[in-house]
């Protein structure tokens, strides 16, 4: 198994976050990975995105040009990278912040709205974990077990009694993935 994936939106989103979480739960359970961080200056409200190889064997390089899977968090970012999924691949994208959804055939694919899920659990803060548990939804890369030992070793102590609520809107982002899909 090789997963290719690219998270991608806002600065503050917590874009790099979802990365390094999804990077650290594969490597609780033994996978290869990598992570590759990339944003402006800005941070911020600024363009971010993370790229994140999760694979049973070595991996020969973390820089592509194609990705199995892509979230885009909004419309910049959705316009960037929907060309760049891989036939048979997988996009998700965050659907209240997309004015023109994807148009590709050839592809899977799912929207979710975690804007709405994240105020419906009254915490904007788990915008993000929505968004995580929809990726593993679709591409189910690591374990719930595998993301709770992720949320343990990449949470400082003083946040760890957030990781329910960081579980719990993991799943509420598995259960409200949408098939965009004809």
């Known amino acids: 198994m090789k997963k290719e994936i690219l998270i991608s939106g806002f600065g503050g989103q917590g874009v790099l976050s979802m990365g390094k979480i999804l ?6 359970e033994g996978k290869q990975v990598t992570w590759m961080p990339a944003y402006g200056p800005e941070q911020r409200g600024g ?9 049973d064997n070595h991996i020969a390089s973390p820089i592509l040009s194609r990705y199995d899977v892509v979230v885009a968090l909004n419309q910049p970012s959705l316009n960037k990278f929907e060309d760049k999924v891989n036939p048979g691949g997988i996009l998700i994208y965050e659907s209240d912040s997309i004015n023109q959804p994807p148009t590709r055939t050839d592809i899977h694919t799912y929207q979710i709205n975690a804007i709405d899920k ?3 659990l009254n915490n ?3 915008f993000n974990m929505i968004i995580l548990g929809a990726l593993l939804k679709a591409c189910p890369v690591i374990s719930k ?4 030992k992720s ?4 949470l400082p102590q ?3 009694h957030l990781i329910h609520a960081n579980m719990q809107a993991v799943s509420v982002g598995q259960d409200s993935l949408v098939s965009s899909c004809c």
């Open 47 to 55: 363009t971010a995105n993370v790229t994140v190889v999760v694979s």
């Open 158 to 160: 003083r946040y760890h």
């Open 151 to 154: 949320l343990t070793k990449s």
């Open 145 to 148: 077990d595998g993301l709770e």
């Open 23 to 28: 990077a650290y739960g594969a490597l609780m």
């Open 118 to 120: 994240a105020a419906e």
């Open 124 to 126: 904007a803060k788990t």
